[in-house]
């Protein structure tokens, strides 16, 4: 019999580092989306927060924290930069950006609300509440649509509940409403 008898080649197989360039390429085709995809979802992403920013700026509007109006201008700064980045196709930079000015919208709006008293929110929130109603008690209307109607009816209750809280002192209690 002979000694040497045949071992395994436990080493790495000659072809091993080509599949694995193979299989990370299938991989990074098959998972990222096409560019045109890409470039979509950051124009919107972009998009919304402008939007958001809009809603941001009337949070900070009512408020007098002049912190706030400072972080709430830094946020809008930062997303016309987006807006500049995305024009020239630096969807990178583009995204970057939009995240930043998300993120100062929102610490400018933490800033506004805790510096508002309870009362100031209520008060706030009320008359924001009143034109909304109006709004869209003129669309339901506009449109003969008896849910939308049915559901402006039920947050006058409320409304009419909070503001009775509000009147006695009950801040908290009406803010709840």
């Known amino acids: 019999m002979n000694n040497k ?33 890409q470039h979509d979802d950051v124009q919107s992403y972009v998009e919304r927060t402008g939007e958001l920013l809009e809603l941001a700026g009337d949070v900070v509007g009512e408020s007098s924290n002049q912190q706030a109006r400072r972080v709430m201008i830094d946020a809008n700064d930062l997303h016309h930069r987006s807006l500049l980045m ?9 995204l970057s950006f939009s995240q930043r000015a998300r993120k100062s919208g929102q610490h400018a709006v933490r800033i506004a609300r805790e510096s508002q008293s309870q009362e100031n929110r209520v008060r706030t929130r009320l008359e924001r509440y009143r034109e909304f109603r109006d709004q869209i008690l003129d669309r339901a209307r506009e449109a003969n649509d008896e849910l939308a109607l049915r559901f402006v009816r039920e947050s006058e209750k409320q409304a009419l509940r909070a503001t009775d809280q509000y009147r006695q002192g009950n801040h908290s209690m009406a803010e709840q409403l």
Not at 10 to 30: I, Y
């Open 5 to 37: 008898q045949r071992q395994p080649n436990l080493g790495p197989h000659p072809l091993m580092p080509v599949l694995a360039c193979v299989f990370l390429l299938a991989v990074t085709l098959l998972s990222a989306p096409p560019a045109a995809a």
């Open 86 to 94: 995305l024009e020239q196709g630096n969807w990178r930079a583009a």
